[in-house]
């Protein structure tokens, strides 16, 4: 029998024994007179004066490599320029030009940011490396005391369509310490919330702690997002089951992987990214910071780029490697997609933070022959996450000890449809024409069989009998997306629903309005709107279902506001 070995200790990592704490005080910013620079340059003082920090400025020019290249031209001059008197002398001009001119430009860089660091009361000191400028950049990140590196996603050589530049792509994966990636020069960090991805894994939680601490530095409101994705196996299952023989599907034990995969997904991974936030909920009350939990579903960055959108964040603070890493990931697929497409600035953090009933389950509990066997069923991509939750579960019921029973118990708290039954018999959707129009606009042939099946996936959890607008446009490209006007008597009322469901309506509102047609959602729409999902919880409540009184309590308060 195999046996599933313990979680990876954070002694795989050596930045993991880092813990959170307050805000760092020692800052390395990358200068160059460009908006973003510059933008990194006043959030650096700003983080700094708030916590009587220092400041370096580091910029790195390349004069040997300018030498090079000149002197590899030298035998394409034109024939009046080939006199060795006067090679030589244009020799001296370039060297004067480019050994000299570099370094005053780059001076006059330090000379600009030690003005705003005195005028701030803060000591600065400048760095003025000759060299590759990330590479430079990085051995001053690895080799001085420092806590954070400030720069610019884009810098001088910024071309139109930019998304992230080289050099702030190849420092961010070499780095050692925290990143603060400037993505919009125009933006100061707190105009808008600060948000914080969390999935489980300790890097997240170090980085809400951080997130606490600008929140309260700078007067913010922090929010904790938790995103799942329950449509990916669907989309996969349905794949292969095309290409798969029936003798294939036999020894692959397709029908009982795939419903097993379905019952885990559709409801227990909602639960556990749930009690993530609640873990999160806690730590804020005790630190005595307000914070705004919202669980998400869809394709993670997707879903995280779109909340970010909805509430015009200034910051998102996230892990720079999250809990499916492996030793030596340089950085998360989830972390480098939201760097490279949101358009608040990003902070991706080193710092590991464990909070205590982690620690205090993973260090009391011990598990069973049996349960680790049980455990072994588990779909590898989800199995970390759920031992987690299973120790959680038997740490807070006063258990020392996982069973195969226990693990049955928790199962039927977070995965109820999988005590049994028969798979369910899905039925062939139907679609509107606008949604079908969605999927028709879409030139890849390959993404359109997918979202088409997410969507109808989404239509699936939601009860509809119909794919709308509403059970697409999540899948589609944010930006490409239509999205209607708000009249201000409409943009009143939504702003009074409560801020737990308020994404859900606005959306729903939102797909009524290219559902019928129109450009513009008015009032009428958001308060038809909020009419359909308070039948929608009366419904599921009649069935059985749960969390819907308190979402329907939220509805009735957001109505008489």
Not at 101 to 130: K, Q, V, W
Not at 215 to 222: Q, T
Not at 311 to 320: D, E, F, K
Not at 449 to 462: N, V
Request: charge should be neutral.
């Amino acid at each position: 029998m195999t046996h599933m070995p313990a979680p990876p200790s954070t002694a795989t990592d050596p930045t993991l024994e880092k813990t959170a704490s307050c805000l760092p005080k020692r800052f390395l910013v990358a200068l160059d007179a460009s908006d973003h620079a510059n933008r990194a340059l006043t959030e650096a003082i700003k983080l700094g004066k708030s916590v009587g920090g220092a400041i370096t400025g580091i910029h790195a020019y390349a004069a040997k490599l300018h030498d090079r290249r000149f002197r590899q031209m030298e035998g394409g001059l034109p024939e009046r320029y080939r006199d060795e008197d006067m090679i030589e002398h244009q020799r001296q001009v370039h060297d004067d030009l480019i050994s000299r001119g570099l370094y005053t430009i780059s001076d006059s860089y330090h000379e600009t940011a030690a003005r705003g660091c005195a005028e701030a009361g803060l000591a600065y000191r400048h760095l003025s490396p000759e060299g590759k400028n990330y590479r430079r950049i990085v051995e001053a990140a690895e080799n001085g005391d420092f806590d954070l590196l400030v720069l610019g996603a884009l810098g001088l050589g910024a071309a139109s369509g930019s998304l992230v530049g080289t050099v702030c792509e190849r420092v961010v994966r070499r780095s050692l310490i925290d990143v603060l990636v400037i993505r919009d020069p125009d933006c100061a960090i707190g105009d808008g919330p600060i948000v914080v991805g969390l999935d489980g894994s300790p890097r997240s939680f170090g980085a809400l702690r951080t997130a606490f601490e600008i929140g309260r530095r700078l007067n913010a409101e922090v929010h904790a997002v938790a995103a799942y994705d329950p449509y990916y196996h669907y989309v996969a299952f349905n794949k292969i089951s095309g290409v798969l023989s029936d003798e294939a599907s036999k020894v692959f034990r397709f029908k009982e992987q795939e419903k097993l995969h379905e019952e885990l997904i559709d409801d227990g991974l909602a639960k556990i990214y749930q009690a993530h936030l609640d873990i999160a909920r806690t730590m804020a009350a005790e630190e005595g910071v307000p914070l705004v939990c919202t669980l998400l579903d869809g394709k993670v960055y997707q879903a995280i780029l779109g909340y970010l959108d909805r509430i015009s964040a200034s910051l998102l603070v996230i892990g720079r490697t999250g809990v499916h890493a492996d030793p030596g990931l340089d950085i998360g697929g989830n972390a480098e997609n939201l760097l490279r497409l949101t358009r608040c600035h990003v902070w991706l953090g080193q710092a590991a933070y464990t909070p205590a009933l982690d620690i205090i389950a993973k260090e009391t509990v011990a598990w069973s022959k049996e349960a680790e066997a049980k455990m072994e069923r588990v779909p590898e991509a989800a199995r970390k996450m759920v031992r987690m939750t299973i120790l959680r579960f038997a740490q807070q019921r006063g258990h020392t000890l996982v069973t195969a029973a226990l693990i049955d118990e928790a199962t039927e708290r977070f995965c109820p449809a999988g005590r049994g039954g028969k798979p369910k018999v899905e039925t062939k959707m139907s679609w509107s024409e606008t949604a079908t129009q969605l999927i028709a606009g879409i030139s890849d042939p390959a993404v359109a069989a997918g979202i088409r099946l997410s969507a109808e996936k989404r239509a699936r959890r939601a009860g509809a009998a119909t794919v709308g607008v509403d059970h697409v446009r999540p899948f589609l490209d944010t930006h490409a997306a239509p999205a209607p006007g708000w009249s201000a008597a409409a943009l009143a009322r939504i702003a009074r629903v409560p801020e737990v469901v308020r994404p859900a309506v606005r959306q729903r509102a939102e797909a009524d309005v290219l559902e019928a047609g129109a450009v513009e959602v008015t009032l009428e729409t958001v308060e038809a709107t909020i009419g359909e999902a308070r039948e929608a919880m009366q419904r599921t409540m009649r069935s059985g279902g749960h969390g819907s009184r308190r979402g329907e309590k939220e509805l009735d308060h957001g109505a008489g506001s």
